[in-house]
């Protein structure tokens, strides 16, 4: 099932990808108070984005795996963590991520 066209396995909540050893709690201001919840628009911002850039990462992806005779999981890890070292996303993001670039290479 989809809202707005969002996958309902897309992460909720704020994506916030803040650097730094302490904890961290992401909210936005929203009517003069401090939520941290994400507005469906926020949501398909965020989701519109990965779904882009799981796009563009499918020729990097073939590319890659043509280069090297190797499993598509290792493939597919060192995108995860050359897109982690980014910090274009978070965590949740980037599961969700990889997991539709799988999908998209049928892999």
Not at 13 to 36: E, F, N, T, W
């Amino acid at each position: 099932m989809e809202t707005d066209g969002v996958p309902e396995d897309f992460p909720l909540g704020i994506s916030a990808v803040v650097p730094g050893a302490q904890p961290k709690l992401c909210v936005v201001r929203r009517a003069g108070l401090y939520v941290a919840d994400q507005e469906d628009d926020a949501r398909r911002e965020r989701w519109l984005m990965c779904e882009d850039l799981a796009s563009q990462l499918v020729s990097v992806a073939v590319k890659d795996d043509h280069g090297r005779p190797v499993p598509h999981e290792e493939t597919l890890h060192r995108i995860r963590l050359a897109v982690a070292r980014k910090g274009w996303v978070s965590m949740a993001e980037l599961d969700w991520l990889i997991k539709r670039l799988r999908e998209l290479l049928a892999w």
